[in-house]
């Protein structure tokens, strides 16, 4: 599985800076964690099954004000004997939604949409969970509030299409099943990595600078 970062400090969300918008998301989550909304229970999640696909622990983390992306993470398990591709086609939170990957290379942090969906091959459970794989929320017609859900509809190659709701979390809560300061700085979209810096589409200069001078680039191939 792929491992990445997904959540940074959060700018106005436009047309140009849509990618770059998404990395800074899922920073600011991290930095910035409310006593109050640490407190909000989250809706419980329930699981779904379309076809052979099983879907499992669906959740989303509130966001900050202004944020213009946020983060929606599943299990997915092919209980079938053929592989299946799944996408996200509409969801009730945000303008667009896709599945994008995280991937480091050459020490530069890069995030892009999984062309055609995500494959789950047969008898093979995948997680989207922050670092790696995650369904993105672009354009937020709204900021992902603690207690509250999203609404999206996936659709899959073969099985068909499913609306899943994710239970939204509090801003710096764990995810559902990892117990408090076991998990990463992650938020979001994804997490934010120490000591890189962000870089997308548009963005000129060396982007938000971190200790050890790395970088994050959002590609939108």
Known sequence: ?????????????TTRTCF???????????LQTPAASLTAAPAAAADYDVGSMHISTPWARATPKGAATGAGYLTITNK??????????????SVQCQIHSMTMEGGVMKMRPAEGGLEIK??????LQPGGYHIMFVNLKHPLEPGQSVKATLKFEHAGTVDVEY?????GAPAPGVAAGGGTM??????????HSMQGPGMQGPGM?????????????
């Open 20 to 30: 770059r918008g998404a990395a800074f998301t899922i920073a600011a989550a991290a």
């Open 209 to 221: 600078q971190g200790p050890t001078g790395g970088s994050m680039q959002m590609n939108k191939q």
């Open 122 to 127: 047969p008898g093979e459970t995948v997680t």
């Open 1 to 13: 599985m792929v491992v990445g970062t997904e959540t940074y400090f959060m700018t106005k969300f």
């Open 80 to 93: 079938g004997a053929a592989p299946d591709t799944v996408s996200c086609v509409s969801d009730d939170a």
């Open 186 to 195: 992650m938020q979001g979209g994804g997490t934010m990595m120490q000591g």
């Open 167 to 171: 239970p939204i979390v509090a801003i």
